[in-house]
């Protein structure tokens, strides 16, 4: 670890909330019979951050592993896709070490009552909204983090998803126009009578919508910063990329928009700077515009009407909060975390108008 970092806590699992509870015995014994070695008392606990697919901690003696299975409640119909999940990581784990390793899947209802799968742990720092006590980054470590996080990202789309298997996984044709048009219906169906309609934004979207950017490749859909694990020894390394749930073969640069999307810079000024949910904000961090500039030194790719990619990206941020506010307004989670989605979709329809009306990123 270099001078500058001190030992900084990981990202801890606590006891599972209300609502969440898992059956141990039924899952203590499946697990024991699908993946060898699996023995011991099962303990679980539950990873509290994230608001989409349950994430739990699975103790089998010594032996750590992860399980994920869909929230209880309203679900988008390929959002929470465990297959799909399971899949994706057993062919990019060969040539992509950021994945985990997946061990079972299940669909047996008796089990759970839904699809999931467990996967090993990967132990490292996952950062969330702030750095955790005792962590410190200079501004040169910052901007080294950052430049990773997009490295990484480089990295995964330069995977030929034909030679890992993939090439039925996705449908990249096409692929633009069926996530416009997918997230403003998504948006629509999960919209409250207490936020606004997002109507000309939508239309903004449609009117400047371009065709496909070059090669499809392997995209992650939800790449954040925390989503991320880095190492403990020295947390200016990625070593683990989580949360593969959305992934697909699509558009890198919808992928990349996406991520921009939650990438709040230390100097923006309000509203943009009261949606920071993630330790994005700390001096030194390289800003959008650089991002965009080193992705495509990186990639070769070359970038134009960036003003949509990331203009998309926070319409579809404004859609997934939508959809998670959706759950709370209607009572299917008791979580109350989610009440903050609908200020959060205020705040990003403010930014959005602001931006549809200078279309200068």
């Not at 008392?41 to 592993?65: C, H, V, W």
């Not at 996952?126 to 983090?145: C, F, N, V």
Request: charged share 25%; with cysteine.
């Amino acid at each position: 670890m270099s001078e500058e970092m001190e030992v900084a806590t990981i990202d801890e699992p606590v006891a599972v909330r209300e609502g969440d509870e898992l059956d141990v015995a039924t899952i203590g014994e499946f697990l024991k019979d699908a993946i060898p070695g699996t023995m011991g008392a099962i303990r679980i606990k539950q990873f509290p951050n994230g608001y989409s697919n349950l994430t739990y901690l699975i103790q089998a003696g010594d032996r750590e592993m992860i399980l994920r299975r869909p929230p209880f409640g309203k679900k988008p119909k390929s959002g929470h896709d465990m297959s799909r999940e399971y899949r994706i990581l057993k062919a990019l784990k060969p040539i992509f070490r950021y994945c985990p390793e997946p061990l079972v899947y299940s669909e047996d209802p008796a089990i759970m009552g839904c699809p999931f799968y467990v996967m090993e742990r990967i132990h490292g720092l996952i950062i969330r909204k702030q750095l955790p006590l005792g962590m410190h980054l200079t501004k040169d470590g910052a901007r080294k983090l950052s430049e990773n996080f997009i490295t990484v990202l480089c990295e995964l789309h330069s995977i030929d998803y034909k030679k890992v298997g993939l090439e039925n996984f996705g449908r990249p044709e096409g692929y633009v126009k069926r996530q416009v048009n997918g997230w403003i219906g998504r948006y629509r169906d999960a919209r409250t009578p207490d936020v606004s309609d997002y109507e000309d934004i939508m239309g903004w979207l449609m009117e400047k919508m371009p065709g496909e950017s070059g090669t499809p490749c392997v995209i992650h859909n939800d790449y954040k910063f925390d989503n991320v694990v880095l190492d403990s020894e020295n947390p200016l390394e990625i070593i683990g990329v989580l949360d593969w749930e959305m992934a697909t073969i699509g558009d890198p640069l919808m992928d990349f928009g996406n991520s921009l999307a939650y990438w709040v810079e230390w100097d923006d000024a309000r509203p943009l700077g009261d949606i920071a949910m993630m330790a994005t904000n700390i001096e030194g961090m390289i800003t959008r515009v650089e991002q965009i500039a080193l992705y495509s030194k990186i990639t070769g790719r070359v970038i134009d009407n960036f003003d949509f990619y990331y203009c998309f990206g926070l319409f579809r941020l404004a859609a997934i909060w939508q959809q998670l506010y959706y759950r709370y307004y209607h009572g299917q989670t008791r979580d109350e975390r989610f009440q903050w989605f609908r200020e959060g979709n205020a705040i990003l329809e403010t930014v959005l108008r602001h931006l549809t009306r200078i279309s200068d990123i």
